[in-house]
């Protein structure tokens, strides 16, 4: 047994068990876009999920851990058969856990298979997420596709949660214009929309910033 090996296999693999463990705890589940599926098991979503910073951890300890394994029955079998005493053997029923836990974890998270009708979001209300305003961030209106029906849920409203200036502009080209102006953190933007299509909104100060509203004529669902 190399113990050194060994050591460093746990180290990598209690990392990477922690970061997805902080990821699902905190980093919360994001919301599936018009078009997606339920999660398995019911697993609720966040409209204010910070899906943007946590999933670099969410990644990043993906990979430790699963290294971590790669390395593990190195250290364990490189001298012959491992003979661990009872703390060692305590602390690898501890990791076994929590690697199971994660996979648990990583099998809730997983949707069914694509649905073809589309989805109809339950409500009108988008999040602009807290580091929006970091360049290069992926995720910043949640959810960042939402697809509503007019007489039902065509009403929506946008909440600055950064703690940056923001707004919310239709581009050129969408259906109908629309502007917020500087929406100061914590404001609140509502806009009704009556005409069907799609809308590719941003932010005019974060050009990063993105997301699109998919608009239905009244018939268009049941």
């Known amino acids: 047994?190399?113990?050194?090996?060994?050591y460093v296999s746990l180290f990598l693999i209690v990392v990477g068990v922690g970061g997805q463990l902080a990821w699902y705890f905190f980093g919360g589940i994001p919301c599936n876009p018009p078009g997606g599926n339920?999660?398995?098991f019911g697993a609720p979503c966040d409209l204010h999920a910070t899906a943007a910073s946590f999933q670099e951890m969410?990644?990043?300890?993906?990979?430790?851990?699963?290294?971590?394994?790669?390395l593990l029955p190195a250290g364990l079998f490189k001298d012959g058969l491992p003979s661990p005493g009872q703390?060692?053997?305590?602390?690898?029923?501890?990791?076994?856990?929590?690697?199971?836990?994660?996979?648990?974890?990583?099998a809730l998270l997983a949707p069914h298979a694509v649905s073809k009708a589309p989805t109809v979001h339950p409500n009108g209300f988008i999040?602009?997420?807290?580091?929006?305003s970091t360049?290069?961030?992926?995720?910043?209106?949640?959810?960042?596709n939402v697809t509503v029906v007019?007489?039902?849920?065509?009403?929506?409203?946008?909440?600055?949660?950064?703690?940056?200036?923001?707004?919310?502009?239709?581009?050129?080209?969408?259906?109908?214009?629309f502007n917020s102006?500087?929406?100061?953190?914590?404001?609140t933007f509502t806009y009704t929309f009556t005409i069907p299509g799609v809308y590719n909104y941003y932010c005019t100060i974060h050009d990063w910033m993105h997301g699109t509203v998919t608009v239905l004529a009244a018939n268009s669902t049941t």
């Open 1 to 6: 047994m190399d113990k050194t090996l060994f």
């Open 38 to 40: 339920p999660y398995l």
């Open 58 to 70: 969410e990644n990043v300890s993906g990979y430790t851990m699963l290294i971590g394994l790669l």
């Open 87 to 106: 703390t060692a053997k305590i602390f690898i029923g501890l990791v076994l856990v929590l690697t199971i836990a994660v996979a648990f974890t990583g």
């Open 127 to 132: 999040s602009i997420l807290s580091g929006s």
């Open 135 to 144: 360049p290069g961030t992926l995720i910043t209106f949640s959810p960042q």
């Open 150 to 177: 007019i007489g039902k849920n065509n009403t929506v409203e946008w909440t600055n949660n950064d703690n940056a200036v923001h707004t919310v502009t239709s581009r050129p080209g969408d259906p109908a214009s």
């Open 181 to 187: 102006g500087t929406l100061s953190p914590g404001q």
